[in-house]
């Protein structure tokens, strides 16, 4: 990543609305507060490192309008109104340096079915392949070593990693987003016992994406085991994360990495399930329910709140039973000592 | 997924008992009773359901023979012995459209070692790579983009899907299906430290996958340090899920979606995890043993029954324990109060 | 895995300090002492199985210097420093020969940009994918499918697996060993929220991945918001982890299978996360911390120790709240008893 901004560029690529301090380098590094170096630009994206800025050998920091201290010598303090944001700016300037469009066409590897549709505006990188009926958008990328399934289809302007699986018949909404290993459309998880052994109940629905989706590497979506899987528009999807058949997952959702969500489990529209969270089958999820980390949900959750825990609880009571159970220790012997006290003042009034 | 099928073919197909009311739709969809509409076949799965089956307005609805309730105008209802088994009698058919079998034969751009043994009636699809003395039997279908390493065996009629890798010396048994980006022999995660660093134990061992196993998308199974880590007949493995070296899954086993099994664990016969399951390494788990989702198994369990929790207890005991633990609060409040009491009786009888 | 060793090989392969016993066969294979048989060698890795060794039909046993007992007839017992190092060194000359070191070039088809930098010493397997500017150390070995991005690096003497994938400007250093299907340089997973919806932050770092790593299969890394995420020299990754962007992992750590490591956190050396366990964002962990599998992480550890549970608790207090835990229903009982006693007490003294 070889980036140069002149402080002038960064100025006006982040719209700074005051500039404190001067330095006579070039950026050309990005860097947190700790970390950064000369030529380095930085950032205070959180008050809780708000004592880092004056020991930072940034030459360059993005600070939000109401910080009032002043760079050290050789150093620029640009105030804005979102550090964050501001630094995303620079950040997506560097992005399309690094990752230029590619070129439209079907790169001569690349095994392409003569009944599949490709816009011609289209770009297939090499060694992907697109099977009998399968579509590709207008403007979409597949990078490299894709595979398209029979009759599935990829809207306009999505982006498909290196290795991205999209199995038959699925559909994948416009501008969407799909990273390295990511398996669409796989068999649901369904069977029948049948004299002692697991029949296959067969898997033919689809996986719809819809549009303005980003989906982690090596995430997995089973098909549905008819109708279909659904990922509602503007979710995002972390790496690992496990949707399974007939789940449908409503609109501007965050899944956090390695969730799992059981067969036929819905979700509402901006629910966010942090790392490692489970949901169980057949579960309905509420508008705004937020579960922490490793959370285990056996039950539907009909109203919005932050739930912790495993079984998942509200938020204020899984802390309170966290800091009882380290107290159980000093509760029992309490007991105990209660248990002692009171047979010897039974003994003492019964005497 | 285009599909139309009459009354009389459904009828046909799903050995219909008794057919009650009648319908001008053919049936061109599937979906569950709350999302059907017309031209929608469904079914009543689980009883749980069944104030469903008056409100849905699918065209055709498969009950169970005593449903005694009578259709609206335009609807179908057909009575069979079991609803969701008629089902899939109908996906099976659908399948069939679907996912035509594959011609037989070697696509010209794979790229298969004179020394791999490729049976003449199988499909090798484009990209595949079959490298030195790897053999693939009858009627087994690699879609595209499969890896099968050195000396690795896959037996008849197997389906392997886009991207999946076998490593080298692995065998997989007769009629295994392996979705997309599923890893058979990887190295085992074994070191020893050696001067403050992790050296490498050789993993020279392999694993072989038994005939009937069924593999979701992205698990990964690792070779045995030496000798064999075992996937046994029939078992069926969920997305994600994560089998580490010499392990030994006995028959007719289910792993659900994202659990992890340690090094040299051996589970028997008919063992049933849960979604996120994690068991620890060297442990023995009986046959008939169920681990609910998210259940953490640290010891060996030696009899049949159902588990929950982390560690796992069983499942009467954890229930009961995370309904005292949401008691925790009262509990300590109770026996405040009760010290209290006590201190003013001793008070009162010291006096 | 076809193997022949005679006695006298074997003695010397381990360095054998005294043999005790004969016997007339070859060794062939490679097997716990539960499960070997003829022909077999086996060895006493730990003494948790001492009682197996006089029980074993194994033909050959690695055991430690101070094992006393006797072989059966027709058996020998290689007394050695570490019988589990033994044994290693018996599996390296096995791996040699089921490995052999592939031919140095680059194969007719892979992809490979006139721009990228190939040493001549390297090996490019079948269907590989090389983009411009990116380069492959001497001795390194890309077996088949591997995806190398733009300006990607990976050092020399490297191995990598079927279906790896290094995303662009990502850095592998010398000897690492990456597994099958692994994404090293996905975008890390950052949003801010703009008129309710989720609006993706530029990730523009990348992943650095130093010498002498291990990675196991379908592992996630993901790159840095800016600047770079880090995997310390001589760590070693199981399959199925995940990391997160930023975080920063130290030497010779060992994250076991499907640990989970949010953004940002920084993990010191010589730390080690055992299955399942999940760390929360923005956390530091101390050298020398070592966590219990399934555990959880929501604070900075600061203090080295063996810690478990979720919340994760120092070893001793989380054992004592499980039993505790497990006596909770006496507990309740034991508090209404008490209650009573003390109103009957209460009410005899008021009398």
């Known amino acids: 990543m070889q980036i140069s901004f002149s402080v002038a560029e960064l100025a006006t690529i982040v719209g700074a609305q005051q500039i404190k301090g001067g330095t006579a380098h070039t950026v050309t590094g990005i860097a947190s507060l700790k970390d950064a170096g000369e030529g380095d630009l930085s950032f205070l ?26 760079p050290a010598e050789d150093q620029v303090f640009m105030l804005v109104e979102q550090p964050s944001a501001a630094l995303a700016l620079v950040c997506a300037r560097i992005e399309q340096a690094l990752w230029p469009k590619p070129e439209p066409g079907i790169h001569p590897s690349a095994i392409v079915s003569p009944s599949a549709k490709v816009e011609p505006s289209a770009s297939i990188g090499p060694l992907c392949v697109i099977e009998d009926g399968a579509s590709i958008g207008a403007g979409t990328h597949l990078q490299a070593q894709v595979f398209v399934g029979r009759e599935a289809g990829v809207a306009a302007d999505c982006w498909l990693a290196a290795g991205v699986h999209i199995a038959s018949s699925c559909q994948i909404g416009e501008r969407v987003r799909i990273h390295g290993g990511v398996i669409v459309g796989s068999d649901g998880f369904g069977y029948e016992v049948v004299e002692g052994k697991h029949t296959k109940i067969p898997q033919v629905g689809i996986v719809e994406v819809q549009a303005d989706v980003e989906i982690g590497a090596n995430a997995t979506l089973d098909r549905a085991r008819f109708s279909k899987t659904v990922i ?17 997952v409503g609109q501007h959702c965050i899944l956090c990495a390695q969730v799992g969500i059981a067969g036929s489990t819905e979700l509402e529209n901006y629910v966010v399930l942090g790392g490692q969270v489970g949901v169980a089958g057949h579960l309905s999820i509420a508008q705004g329910v937020q579960v922490g980390g490793k959370g ?56």
Chains 1, 2, 3 share one sequence.
């Not at 994206?45 to 002043?70: C, H, I, N, W």
């Not at 509602?232 to 449908?248: L, R």
């Not at 109203?303 to 938020?315: D, K, L, R, S, T």
């Open 45 to 70: 994206g959180s008050s809780k490192y708000r004592s880092d800025v004056q020991k930072t050998r940034a030459s360059v920091v993005l600070l939000p309008l109401d910080f009032e201290e002043m």
């Open 232 to 248: 509602g528009q503007g979710t995002k999807i972390d790496n690992q994360v496990q949707i399974a058949h007939n789940v449908i």
């Open 296 to 351: 285990g949900i056996a039950g539907s959750l009909k109203e919005a709140g932050v739930y912790m825990g495993n079984p998942a609880m509200p938020y204020q009571l899984e802390r309170r039973i966290i800091v009882l159970q380290r107290r159980l220790p000093d509760l029992f012997k309490k007991v105990d000592g209660i248990a002692k006290e009171l047979e010897s003042l039974k003994k003492a009034s019964a005497d």
